[in-house]
C-alpha cells in the first residue's frame, strides 16, 4: 500500500470550487422546484426565486384534485402503480427463464432469436405505437351499457408496454447471468440437482442483483410512462400520474399554479428516488454490469 | 426422481459435457424439452404483442389506414410505397407543415452526437476529478451528482420547460438576480428560450430552443457516463500511474496514455447506449419544446408520434416507424464499425 498523497493546498480550492459549480448545476432546478412547492403565496407564477413563506397547502391541493379533471392524487398513482409493478413484474417473470436459456445453451435457433430480439430492443416504445393501437382496439366486447376497450384499458396499455420491457428484461438479465461462473451449476448437478433445483435454488439467488435492476428498470418506466397512455387511454378515472403532470405545464395549464406542479412533479419523483436510495449497492453493481457488458 | 433420473438430467443439462453412453435419444431429447418449456412463455408473449405487431407494422405501412378503418369494419386500400414516397420527398408536408425530412434527420443526428460527446467527455473529467486522491467532501459530491439519474426524465422535461419560462422561469429570475449586481436590468434575460425563431448564433441554422435542450440533456446525460467512469476507473491498478511517476510522466501524459486507454472498454458500451437513448429521447423534446420553433427540434420519434396521436394517420405513421428502423440500424452498425476502427488494443 502506498500512503495517500496529500493535495497540495492552491489545487485542492481550485478543484473545490469545480466541484461547487457542477454541483450548483446540478441543485439549481431541484432547489428551485423544491422552494416553489412548499411556496404560501400561492400565487401562479412566482416572480422571486425563493418562496417568502412557507406551507404545505399545494401538497393538500394537488392530493385532492391535481387536473381539471374529477380524479385525485391517489386514482392516479394506483393506476400508474398498477402499469409499473404489473410490468415489471412481469417482464422480469417472463424474461428469466429465456434470459437463462440464452445463457447457457447452445441450439438451434439461438442465433435468430438472439438478433430477433436486439433489433426489438433498437425500437424505441414508439416505432410499435401504430401498430399496437390498432390491433388492440380489435378487442371490444359490449356487456349491457358497459363497452369495453382494451386499447383504452389500463391492461392494455400494460400490454403494450410489457412489448417493450420483455426483450429489454431478456437482454439485460442475460447479460448478468452470463457473469455467474459455470462451475457452480457443474457442481451442484453432480452433488444430484435436477436442471430446475439449479434454475430456482441457485441461479436465480445469484441473479438477484439483476432482478431489482431490472425489475427496477420496469417499474421507472411503468411509473413515468408517458406516450402510450397518452395516446391510449380516455377515460380520466384510468388517467396516470404522468399524463396529469403533461397537463399541467404548457399552454393550456394557464391556470395551473406553478407551486401545485411542484408540488406533483416531487411526488412522482418521490418513490423513485426512495427505492433506488433504498437498493442503491444493488442497483449501481447491476447497472455497472449491464453497462460495461 | 429416482437416482439415475436425476443423473440424467444433471448431464444432459451440462452442455457439451455428455459421455457417449448418455447421450442417447431420450436424453436429448429431454434436453430440447427443457429448453423449450424455459423458452415457451417469453416467446409466446412475444409473438403476440412484439413479433406480430411489428409485422402488422410492415403491412400498414402500405395502406392508408386512417381513422375510418380503426373500428375494422372498412378494410384500408393499398397505397403501395406512397407513404415513404411521401415521407422522403417531404409530400407529407401538406398534412405536418414544415416537414422536412433531410432536416429532420440532419438535427435529429446533430442532436445525438453534440450531446453524446459532452456527456461523456463530461463525465469522464468528472469521474477523474472525483477520484483525485485527498479531495475533500467527496461523498457528499457524489451523492449530489448521482441526482439527475434518481429523478425522472418525465418530471425533470417539466420543470425544465417552467424554469425557461421567459418572465418568471428560474433562469430568468437568476441570471436577472446576478444581472441586478451589475446594474442591468432584467428585462435583458428575459430570453424567449423556446419560441425565439431567429438563431441565436449567425451563420448556425439551429435556434434558442435547441440550445435551452442541450442544457438539460446536459444536466441530464453526464452523470451516468460518470458512474460508468468511476467503476473503470477504480479497476485501474495504481502501479501504473506509479511506474508513470518514476518515468517523469506529466499528468496530462498520464490521463492519455494510461486513464483513456484503460477506461475504454467500458466507456464504449455506454457510449454507444447514450446514442440511441439520444437519438429516440422523446420525453425531453416532446415536453420542453414540443419540436418548436416551426418543427426546428422535432426528432424522428417525436414526429412519428405526432402522426398518430395528432394527425391519426396510421398508416403513414407505420410507414415512418419502418424507416426509422432502418436509420437506426445503420446508425447501430456505423457507430460498432467506428468503435471498433479505433481499437487500440484488445481488451
Redesign the interface.
Known amino acids: 500500500m502506498r500512503e495517500e498523497k496529500r493535495l497540495p493546498l492552491g489545487r485542492q480550492v481550485l478543484l473545490q470550487i469545480l466541484c461547487i459549480v457542477v454541483a450548483l448545476y446540478v441543485l439549481y432546478p431541484i432547489l428551485w422546484i423544491v422552494g416553489m412547492s412548499l411556496d404560501a403565496t400561492n400565487t401562479l407564477r412566482p416572480s422571486t426565486l425563493f418562496p417568502p413563506a412557507l406551507s404545505l397547502q399545494a401538497y393538500q391541493h394537488v392530493l385532492a384534485k391535481p387536473t381539471d379533471n374529477p380524479v385525485t392524487f391517489f386514482t392516479l398513482a394506483r393506476n400508474s402503480l398498477f402499469l409499473a409493478v404489473g410490468v415489471a413484474f412481469f417482464s422480469v417473470l417472463i424474461g428469466v427463464s429465456a434470459a437463462y436459456i440464452f445463457s447457457r445453451f447452445d441450439f438451434r435457433l439461438r442465433r435468430v432469436l438472439m438478433i430477433a430480439i436486439l433489433a426489438v430492443l433498437m425500437l424505441p416504445g414508439i416505432a410499435t405505437l401504430a401498430p399496437l393501437f390498432v390491433l388492440l382496439n380489435q378487442f371490444k366486447f359490449t356487456l349491457g351499457d358497459s363497452t369495453f376497450n382494451l386499447r383504452a384499458s389500463l391492461l392494455g396499455v400494460g400490454l403494450a408496454m410489457t412489448s417493450g420491457a420483455l426483450p429489454f428484461a431478456i437482454w439485460n438479465l442475460k447479460g448478468y447471468l452470463d457473469t455467474i461462473p459455470k462451475d457452480l451449476a457443474e457442481a451442484a448437478m453432480i452433488d444430484g440437482a435436477s436442471f430446475n433445483q439449479v434454475f430456482f435454488r441457485i441461479i436465480l439467488p445469484l441473479a438477484r442483483p439483476a432482478l431489482a435492476v431490472t425489475f427496477f428498470l420496469g417499474f421507472l418506466g411503468g411509473w413515468t410512462e408517458f406516450a402510450i397512455s397518452w395516446q391510449f387511454l380516455t377515460d380520466p378515472q384510468q388517467f396516470t400520474l404522468a399524463m396529469a403532470l403533461f397537463n399541467m405545464v404548457g399552454q393550456y395549464a394557464s391556470d395551473t399554479s406553478w407551486s401545485w406542479f411542484a408540488a406533483m412533479a416531487l411526488m412522482i419523483a418521490l418513490p423513485v428516488a426512495l427505492i433506488y436510495l433504498l437498493f442503491q449497492k444493488q442497483l449501481v453493481s447491476g447497472l455497472a454490469v449491464g453497462a460495461v457488458k | 426422481?429416482t437416482?439415475s433420473a436425476?443423473?440424467e438430467?444433471?448431464?444432459t443439462?451440462?452442455?457439451g459435457?455428455v459421455s457417449e453412453a448418455e447421450s442417447s435419444w431420450w436424453a436429448r431429447s429431454l434436453r430440447?424439452r427443457?429448453?423449450l418449456l424455459?423458452?415457451l412463455?417469453?416467446?409466446l408473449?412475444?409473438s403476440f404483442?412484439?413479433?406480430?405487431?411489428?409485422f402488422?407494422?410492415l403491412w400498414?405501412s402500405t395502406t392508408d389506414?386512417g381513422l375510418a378503418?380503426?373500428r375494422?369494419t372498412v378494410a384500408p386500400n393499398s397505397v403501395g410505397l406512397q407513404n415513404y414516397i411521401d415521407i422522403l420527398n417531404n409530400g407529407l408536408a401538406a398534412k405536418l407543415p414544415n416537414f422536412d425530412f433531410v432536416y429532420l434527420l440532419g438535427f435529429n443526428l446533430w442532436w445525438t452526437f453534440s450531446n453524446v460527446i459532452i456527456h461523456v467527455a463530461m463525465g469522464v473529467l468528472?469521474a477523474v476529478?472525483?477520484n483525485?486522491?485527498?479531495?475533500?467532501?467527496k461523498g457528499m459530491?457524489r451523492a449530489?451528482?448521482v441526482?439527475?439519474?434518481?429523478?425522472?426524465?418525465?418530471?425533470?422535461a417539466?420543470?425544465?420547460?417552467?424554469?425557461f419560462?421567459p418572465?418568471?422561469g428560474?433562469i430568468a429570475?437568476?441570471l436577472g438576480?446576478i444581472g441586478r449586481l451589475f446594474n442591468i436590468p432584467p428585462e435583458t434575460f428575459q430570453l424567449h428560450w423556446l419560441d425565439q425563431l431567429q438563431p441565436p448564433i449567425p451563420g448556425i441554422p439551429l435556434p434558442l430552443s435547441y440550445f435551452a435542450l442541450l442544457i438539460v440533456n446536459i444536466?441530464l446525460g453526464w452523470?451516468f457516463m460518470t458512474?460508468?467512469a468511476t467503476?473503470?476507473l477504480q479497476s485501474i491498478p495504481?502501479d501504473l500511474y506509479?511506474a508513470a511517476d518514476m518515468d517523469g510522466a506529466t499528468p496530462a501524459q498520464q490521463f492519455w496514455q494510461i486513464t483513456v486507454p484503460m477506461i475504454r472498454?467500458?466507456m464504449v458500451?455506454?457510449t454507444v447506449?447514450g446514442i440511441?437513448t439520444t437519438f429516440?429521447l422523446?420525453?425531453l423534446i416532446?415536453?420542453i419544446s414540443?419540436g418548436g420553433p416551426l418543427r426546428k427540434t422535432e426528432i424522428m420519434?417525436t414526429t412519428?408520434?405526432r402522426?398518430?396521436?395528432e394527425q391519426n394517420l396510421?398508416g403513414m405513421?407505420?410507414a415512418f416507424?419502418v424507416l426509422?428502423?432502418f436509420i437506426?440500424?445503420a446508425l447501430?452498425l456505423l457507430t460498432n464499425r467506428i468503435t471498433r476502427a479505433t481499437e487500440s488494443y484488445d481488451a
Do not use: H
Not at chain 2, 404483442?49 to 411489428?54: A, K, Q, R, V
Not at chain 2, 441526482?147 to 425533470?156: Q, W
Not at chain 2, 417539466?158 to 424554469?163: A, F, G, L
Open positions: 426422481m437416482n436425476i443423473s438430467t444433471a448431464s443439462a451440462l452442455a459435457q430440447t427443457t429448453i424455459y423458452l412463455p417469453a416467446f408473449v412475444m404483442i412484439t413479433f406480430y405487431p411489428l402488422y407494422q400498414m389506414f378503418n380503426l375494422g468528472i476529478l472525483l483525485t486522491k485527498g479531495l475533500w467532501l459530491y449530489i451528482y441526482l439527475p439519474i434518481i429523478l425522472p426524465t418525465l418530471v425533470i417539466t420543470v425544465w420547460r417552467n424554469m419560462d418572465t418568471n428560474a429570475l437568476g438576480g444536466w452523470p458512474i460508468v467503476a473503470a495504481p506509479e472498454p467500458a458500451p455506454a447506449y440511441v429516440n422523446f420525453n416532446y415536453f414540443a420519434v412519428a408520434y402522426l398518430v396521436n396510421y405513421a407505420a416507424c426509422i428502423f437506426l440500424l447501430t
